[in-house]
């Protein structure tokens, strides 16, 4: 097995490089090995600056989140870093791919930084539930102010070598070989005989008074309910506040307390499940995946277009077909708005989207078919219809190609029934047009091939997506259960509770919308559909009153219901069929589940998902909660699922034991 630290002398500079795969997570075992050889290289005499290195896809991307949760074993990753930056002689970082978390921190602690033109540097520790815990929120603000600091904490998402420079978080970028460039650097800094500078010898000076209580108030809405990014303002402000060994024991004492609390626990889940998700029970990775080089879509309404997009920035061909003239510039308007918009928010450039917008070919005839890899079919939801589109695509496509349905509703066998190739026809199903939803779930019929499956999967990866798997049954996943806490939602307004006042507890949870604020969002039409048969969107008011009209229709007396009743009830439904959903192997896993609903249908990630949250909440109290609402609320949608009351009634949880 290759060393996990090596050190090798090039003239009067040791290379110190780090190998271990896949992200170099600083793990017990690199942590030791890189304290015993640093030491052993700055006792060498020979050598008169390191460099610190990494072999492999990327420079360190963390602390090792396995060990989270777990006994820490020293030496930790504050006193590596400490270590480093002791050294007493240059230590020199050469960054390339992404130095994240203890990465970065590690690469603050050294006396220069180095990076590649691709590389990215990041603190991604809030998404983790967490905060840069080495040193990271008191050497940062030092090195590149503190509105920076916090911008890039509590932010999450990495800058470019670019950005990183402007900032002043590294001091150089070197283009061409990453190693020889910083060995050039450092024989440099030996020719000048300048001593290590370290980042915790400097100070920092607040330059704007209100700073942190106006950076609280900006974010103080997106972060509801989260500890981690309040957590990293406080320690920011220690940087200002305190020196710099002080700032240091605030930042310690905040981030121990985040590491122990739940929210913590539950983002290290949904890290792990992202990851977990794309390993497909039955589904062996190495299952070859049919190449997809240019794609079609069938049918230009809200979701066609979507996933015309999707495919235009993964630079895949796409073909927009579709019957009607007016409806084809419809939906390529749609398209051309978003990507103008994208121009103009700055997360395009003009090439960028010339190249996009150059990859869409619209079409009224069927001929652009024929070449297709892949034809997704996004028309009206009608089994009749989508039957009819099929025999065509049967007709007219290659042998080979895969051939999608968007169709969540209605049943894929009866659709791939259209067609002789049922074992190339699948679901894939994107639970909004809305581009930041990351949600696809890709849907096996009973003949789909295994093939087709993965070569589905990848492309959803390709669009950056986060794709689950799932067994065709009408619903699949989302919608079936959105369904079930829907139905719950309107039994409240009946009941006593109003439309906003529903929405408003979700929102408090976590959610970005509530249930009837995104029904209405995506053009469902739940509310009073009698009084309201056209679906239009109805002010609080009126939805007050078709609310109270309601329970009078139904001879309800109202009553008052509270925030968490409201809750219990939706979130137990929720949790109640997603159960059914797992003993029916609709999912094969609760972590299926979870990522569904974290990344399709707004589920807030600090709570896990509805599955780690039951466990958290724990299935015994569900389950009796469950067996109270079959006998005061309703005998018949309250049965609790065979799986949960199993699961409740032996201790246990949807991931084992608790
Ligand atoms: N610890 C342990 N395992 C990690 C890891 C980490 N920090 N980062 C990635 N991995 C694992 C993944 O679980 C995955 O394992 P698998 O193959 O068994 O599923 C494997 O490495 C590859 O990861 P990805 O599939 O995510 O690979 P990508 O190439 O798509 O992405 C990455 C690479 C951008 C580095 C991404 O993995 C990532 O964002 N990692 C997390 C980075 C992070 O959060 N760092 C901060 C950690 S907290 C910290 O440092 C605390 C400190 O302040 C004390």
């Known amino acids: 097995m290759p060393e996990i630290v090596t050190v090798t002398q090039q003239g009067r500079v040791g290379i110190v490089a780090l190998n271990n795969p896949p992200v170099n997570a600083l793990s017990h075992a690199l942590r030791s090995e890189l304290c015993a050889r640093l030491a052993d290289a700055l006792a060498a005499p020979e050598l008169e600056a390191l460099v610190l290195c990494c072999e492999g896809r990327t420079f360190v991307a963390g602390a090792d989140i396995r060990e989270f949760g777990k006994e820490p074993q020293p030496p930790d990753v504050p006193e590596v870093v400490e270590f480093v930056e002791r050294a007493t002689k240059p230590v020199i970082a050469a960054i390339h791919g992404t130095a994240l978390g203890g990465g970065l921190e590690l690469a603050l602690a050294c006396h220069v930084r180095l990076a590649a033109a691709t590389a990215k540097l990041g603190f991604p520790e809030v998404s983790l539930g967490i905060l840069p815990g080495a040193g990271g929120t008191q050497r940062l603000p ?237 028309v009206f939801e009608d089994l009749e219809l989508k039957r009819d589109v099929f025999g065509r695509l049967d007709a007219i496509c290659k042998p080979g190609a895969i051939l999608a349905t968007t169709t969540t509703s209605l049943d894929i066998d009866a659709i791939a029934g259209g067609t002789r190739r049922p074992e190339d026809v699948l679901g894939i199903h994107f639970p909004s047009p809305t581009p930041a939803v990351r949600l696809v779930e890709i849907a096996r019929a009973r003949r789909t091939a295994p093939d087709v499956c993965a070569s589905a999967l990848a492309v959803a990866r390709s669009f950056r997506k986060v794709a689950v798997s799932v067994v065709a049954r009408p619903g699949f996943i989302g919608s079936r259960m959105r369904s079930r806490q829907l139905r719950e939602a309107l039994c409240l307004l009946e009941e006593g509770a109003l439309p906003a006042q529903v929405d408003r507890a979700f929102y408090e949870f976590g959610f970005p919308l509530g249930p009837f604020a995104a029904a209405a969002r995506d053009g469902l039409d739940v509310i009073g559909s009698d009084a309201n048969p056209n679906g239009e969107r109805l002010s609080e008011r009126e939805q007050a009153e078709l609310a109270l009209e309601a329970s009078k229709a139904r001879g309800v007396v109202r009553r008052t219901i509270g925030d968490e009743a409201i809750l219990e009830r939706c979130l137990f439904a929720l949790i109640n069929e997603g159960a059914r959903i797992l003993e029916e192997g609709v999912a094969a896993r609760p972590l299926d589940i979870d990522m569904v609903w974290i990344h399709g249908y707004g589920f807030p990630a600090h709570r896990g998902g509805p599955m780690f949250y039951a466990d958290e909440v724990g299935l015994s109290r569900i389950h009796t909660a469950i067996l109270d609402f079959q006998e005061r609320v309703e005998p018949t949608s309250w049965v609790p699922s065979p799986l949960l009351e199993r699961l409740a009634k032996s201790g246990s949880g949807f991931y084992g034991a608790p």
């Open 142 to 378: 030092r090195l590149i102010g503190a509105r920076a600091a916090l911008e890039l904490i509590i932010g999450g998402a990495p800058v470019n070598a670019a950005r990183a420079r402007e900032l002043g978080l590294i001091d150089a970028i070197i283009e061409g070989d990453l190693k020889a460039g910083a060995v050039a650097f450092a024989e440099r800094l030996i020719d000048q005989g300048r001593p290590p500078t370290r980042v915790s010898a400097r100070t920092v000076t607040l330059e704007e008074p209100t700073l942190f209580e106006e950076f609280v108030a900006g974010i103080t809405e997106r972060c509801r309910g989260q500890l981690a990014p309040f957590h990293c303002v406080r320690a920011v402000r220690a940087a200002v506040e305190l020196p710099f060994a002080e700032g240091l024991k605030v930042e310690r004492e905040l981030f121990a307390e985040l590491m122990r609390s739940p929210q913590a626990k539950a983002l290290r889940h949904a890290f792990f499940a992202e990851r977990e998700v794309a390993k497909v029970p039955g589904l062996p990775l190495d299952t070859p995946a049919r190449p997809v080089k240019s794609a079609a879509v069938v049918g230009v309404g809200s979701i066609g277009s979507a996933v015309a997009i999707c495919f235009a920035d993964a630079h895949i061909p796409v073909s927009l077909i579709d019957t009607s003239r007016d409806d084809l510039e419809r939906g390529l308007a749609v398209v051309r708005r978003h990507y103008a918009n994208a121009l103009e928010t700055g997360q395009l450039d003009a090439p960028e989207m010339e190249a996009r917008l150059g990859c869409l070919r619209p079409a009224l005839d069927d001929d652009e078919l024929e070449t297709a890899d892949l034809v997704v079919e996004a």
